[in-house]
């Protein structure tokens, strides 16, 4: 009885193994070969190695811990039976070596579905051409790279996944790699520089985009559920703007019915409002639950109409989050607060709508018509939050007071004020 219950764990199935043994940091995985001789190789058949800083001792100097890690992981590939579906190194103790290219190249030869690696700062790693051979991939997360697809690259035919940060590609190339993966369903691209982007992906379900782009174009992306889009701004890409003269907020917004979720960040908002007024807009977001903007100009008409046209064309929000980001000398002046009356009709209704919050608010006149239009056609809205800008001080009473007597068309519409 007693050698039975000592060797229960070793007779479970490779299946549930295998499973507690992912679970575990993979040095801790690696030392149960010490446990019997039953456990001597249950590691090595793993289909997920996650390699980190964890893996060997760290100390202040970093060529001993680069290189322990290198010849840790170099072990562990060197002693690994059967595929390897999944592989991710994330350190900072690792810059680019010929090593990673030799773990590449086994890598592509072990059936990898999904590879991520986040290197130091310093020397970028050149991804080398044996990955653009793993055919089976489903999941790409690449950090600080120079990624460089060879002329024969016909793209990764499995790949559902694909994030892209502070990655060195020729613009060309990306919407090439994009388009060449029939089932990406996420995209995630971060800190590019002037990029002009124009995305076919027909499967895509999520959008994260983050850096200095002069242009965006979602050329086909019909399936999009959730967009999250931070514009950075330079001299060059502002007077880029200013030259633009078709319709910013079609070509990202005219052709995504089914999105549920948008997130615009700083200079979002001044994007959609560069060039031709789109007028009536013909798309209606039905499946709209949840829009965040952050960093929106009241002083200036255009961005005001993005966020109204937003929002009038979204039936079903549930949710909205606004913040302001107003020159305030030139915002108190506002001119034409007669567009309240003119775009805004008093019969629209935002009948799901519960949730607003308004941050960085400053108090002028178009953000106080905004919150007055919000609370007067919401009728089952529950809380509406107003978190004033930190350097207002004088007018917070003026608000406060010009709050109270707004019409709610809810009842149970609650406002809160919050001081920082």
Same mark, same amino acid.
């Given at each position: 009885?007693?050698?039975?219950?000592?060797?229960? *764990?070793?007779? /479970?199935?490779?299946?549930?193994? %295998?499973?507690?043994?992912? =679970?575990? #940091?993979?040095?801790?995985?690696?030392?149960?070969?010490?446990?019997?001789?039953?456990?001597?190789?249950?590691?090595?058949?793993?289909?997920?190695?996650?390699?980190?800083?964890?893996?060997?001792?760290?100390?202040?100097?970093?060529?001993?811990?680069?290189?322990?890690?290198?010849?840790?992981?170099?072990?562990?590939?060197?002693?690994?039976?059967?595929?390897?579906?999944?592989?991710?190194?994330?350190?900072?103790?690792?810059?680019?070596?010929?090593?990673?290219?030799?773990?590449?190249?086994?890598?592509?030869?072990?059936? *990898?579905?999904? /590879?991520?690696?986040?290197?130091? %700062?310093?020397?970028?790693? =050149?991804? #080398?051409?044996c990955l653009f051979n793993c055919r089976k991939l489903t999941r790409l997360e690449l950090f600080r790279c120079e990624f460089d697809p060879p002329l024969t690259f016909t793209g990764f035919p499995c790949l559902r996944s694909l994030n892209l940060h502070q990655v060195l590609v020729a613009p060309e190339a990306i919407e090439s790699l994009i388009s060449s993966c029939p089932l990406l369903e996420s995209l995630s691209l971060s800190y590019f520089d002037s990029l002009d982007l124009n995305i076919c992906a027909p499967n895509l379900k999520y959008l994260y985009l983050e850096g200095e782009f002069k242009d965006i174009h979602l050329e086909s992306t019909p399936l999009l559920v959730s967009m999250s889009i931070a514009m950075y701004m330079t001299d060059d890409i502002a007077e880029h703007f200013e030259q633009s003269s078709s319709c910013n907020f079609l070509k990202i917004l005219g052709g995504v019915p089914h999105l549920e979720k948008l997130v615009g960040y700083i200079y979002f908002t001044k994007y959609l409002s560069i060039g031709d007024d789109p007028g009536r807009l013909p798309i209606t977001y039905n499946h709209l639950k949840v829009i965040e903007l952050y960093q929106v100009s009241f002083e200036d008409m255009k961005e005001i109409l993005v966020v109204i046209q937003l929002i009038t064309n979204s039936p079903n929000l549930k949710e909205l989050h606004i913040s302001g980001s107003s020159n305030t000398l030139a915002a108190i002046e506002a001119p034409d607060l007669d567009f309240w009356e003119k775009e805004c009709h008093a019969d629209y209704s935002f009948k799901q709508l519960k949730l607003v919050k308004m941050t960085d608010i400053s108090g002028v006149p178009h953000e106080m018509e905004l919150i007055k239009f919000l609370l007067s056609n919401s009728p089952v809205l529950e809380i509406m939050s107003i978190t004033p800008c930190t350097f207002v001080t004088e007018r917070k009473v003026n608000m406060l007071i010009e709050l109270v007597r707004f019409i709610r068309a809810s009842p149970r519409a609650e406002i809160i004020f919050i001081q920082n």
């Open positions: 009885m007693g050698d039975a219950a000592e060797d229960f *764990i070793s007779d /479970l199935p490779q299946s549930i193994l %295998e499973n507690i043994l992912t =679970r575990l #940091p993979i040095g801790d995985a690696v030392r149960t070969c010490i446990l019997s001789s039953k456990w001597r190789y249950k590691w090595a058949t793993l289909t997920q190695l996650v390699f980190d800083e964890n893996c060997v001792p760290i100390s202040n100097d970093r060529v001993p811990v680069e290189k322990s890690l290198v010849k840790f992981i170099t072990h562990a590939l060197f002693l690994h039976q059967g595929p390897i579906h999944k592989f991710q190194l994330s350190t900072v103790h690792l810059q680019s070596c010929p090593d990673i290219d030799q773990w590449l190249l086994f890598l592509s030869r072990n059936d *990898i579905r999904e /590879l991520v690696l986040e290197l130091g %700062e310093g020397e970028w790693f =050149r991804v #080398p051409s």
